[in-house]
């Protein structure tokens, strides 16, 4: 048997319970339902047949010999035989021919062609009568003829009996029985239900203390798993303790690194002696090491950071720009998800956001426009303006791998290879294009973890 393809199994494991739970309920109670009303049914048939035959032999114990004739007196012991057309008929029929019969079948039509077991040997089946179903059982003999010089004249007796009443009882059982099984499939979906939710409850509080560690709520797993989860619980907090260590000492490094450097640029700087064509290289350098410790910084926080709310950073950045491009009385345009989140530190978006949100103040003549939203996988970011807008050559070389962004003319050169350098670090995307405003729009996205 083949295993069912993957894409026609749901993807959740409750799913793939409840599923089996159901067939099973579905074929199992059925299949018991049939199997015990065909059983009813045969031992309710071997029951006609037992009190056929015993019938039969009451009626053979009846039957004299006389003056070579079969004889059977005009009343029977059992009452239903000598009541009209009462649902149970006893016949004798001998070499094809019916040669008496019961009360009860008077106003009878004739039957049809009787059974005709071998001699000394019964024999049971169903037969048709007026129509409708009955059940016969046939028994053969023979007595020796007195007037035919002791030659043995074969006769059979037969019992039929209508099927009405044994349908009765077949359908009576049937029906309470559906009825007990379906209660019962009820109640093991009821108990099934419950035994679901009992088995797969530390799955659930597993999730959501695995979501809390994602989103900074908790910093480790709970311990009281089954050992089943246990090993994995403990595997992870193994795990989520040896990242934020490595963490910490990747920043204790690098603050050590940030001092050690700051000082001799400090002192170069401040030096009177110092050229000033020397100048600008040691400010490209003190700019460079800043860029490369935050970028640092932002590839040593992974997944496991609370998520920081990109409208309250945006809002801080457009105040700010408003205040400084004062001069050139902008207007900007903000929509801003409330639950866009950034899965990441602070200090990254707003570096990010800021070089843009600067970069476009710079190149716009009168509008900047910021949206930020949240689609299935992450947070998606859109920077317009209403600027000249940048060539096709520029967007090409702005993904091309080692050029530096800030070769460009000011505008949107300035501060891109720190934007580039982020998004690579987050996995982030990005896309640039000619804005409806007439400039250049920016389109970013940042994955979730």
Avoid at 238 to 263: M, P, W
Wanted: proline fraction near 5%; hydrophobic fraction near 40%; glycine fraction near 8%.
């Amino acid at each position: 048997m083949k295993p069912l393809p993957a894409r026609l199994l749901p993807g959740s494991l409750k799913g793939r319970l409840v599923i089996s739970a159901l067939l099973l309920n579905l074929v199992l109670l059925p299949l018991i339902g049939v199997t015990l009303s065909d059983a009813f049914r045969a031992q309710l048939t071997h029951a006609v047949k037992d009190e056929l035959s015993a019938a039969l032999y009451g009626v053979l114990a009846l039957a004299e010999v006389e003056q070579g004739e079969l004889v059977l007196p005009d009343q029977l012991q059992d009452k239903q035989f000598n009541i009209d057309q009462s649902g149970l008929y006893a016949l004798v029929s001998s070499q094809g021919k019916l040669v008496w019969h019961s009360p009860s079948f008077i106003g009878m039509p004739p039957p049809g062609k009787l059974p005709s077991p071998p001699l000394g040997e019964g024999r049971f089946g169903e037969m048709l009568l007026l129509g409708k179903p009955h059940f016969s059982y046939s028994f053969s003999a023979s007595f020796a003829s007195a007037s035919d010089n002791g030659r043995d004249i074969p006769f059979t007796v037969h019992i039929i009996k209508d099927q009405t009443g044994f349908e009765q009882t077949q359908g009576a059982f049937s029906r309470q029985l559906w009825q007990y099984l379906g209660l019962l499939m009820l109640f093991l979906l009821l108990v099934q239900g419950g035994w679901l939710w009992w088995t797969l409850k530390p799955l659930a509080r597993f999730r959501a203390e695995l979501e809390a560690v994602e989103q900074g709520k908790r910093q480790h797993l709970g311990s009281d798993y089954p050992k089943e989860l246990q090993q994995v619980a403990t595997q992870l907090n193994a795990l989520i303790s040896n990242e934020q260590r490595q963490r910490q000492r990747y920043r204790n490094a690098l603050s050590d690194l940030a001092h050690s450097l700051k000082t001799p640029l400090a002192v170069l700087q401040s030096l009177q002696s110092l050229p000033s064509d020397a100048q600008e290289p040691i400010s490209q350098i003190n700019a460079s090491i800043s860029h490369q410790l935050k970028r640092a910084q932002s590839a040593g926080s992974g997944a496991w950071h609370q998520g920081v709310n990109s409208k309250t950073v945006a809002d801080k950045l457009l105040r700010t720009l408003g205040k400084i491009y004062a001069d050139k009385v902008l207007e900007f345009e903000a929509d801003l998800a409330t639950n866009a989140l950034f899965y990441g530190d602070e200090a990254d978006l707003a570096e990010l956001l800021g070089n843009l949100l600067d970069n476009a103040c710079k190149a716009a003549n009168s509008k900047v426009a910021l949206k930020t939203w949240v689609s299935e996988k992450g947070l998606n970011l859109c920077i317009e303006d209403d600027g000249p807008g940048i060539t096709e050559q520029q967007k090409t070389q702005l993904f091309e791998r080692g050029v530096r962004a800030d070769n460009y003319q000011q505008g949107h050169g300035i501060g891109l290879a720190i934007v580039k350098d982020l998004l690579q670090s987050y996995q982030g995307q990005w896309q640039i294009d000619q804005s409806p405003l007439g400039g250049a729009r920016f389109t970013l996205f940042l994955p979730r973890s």
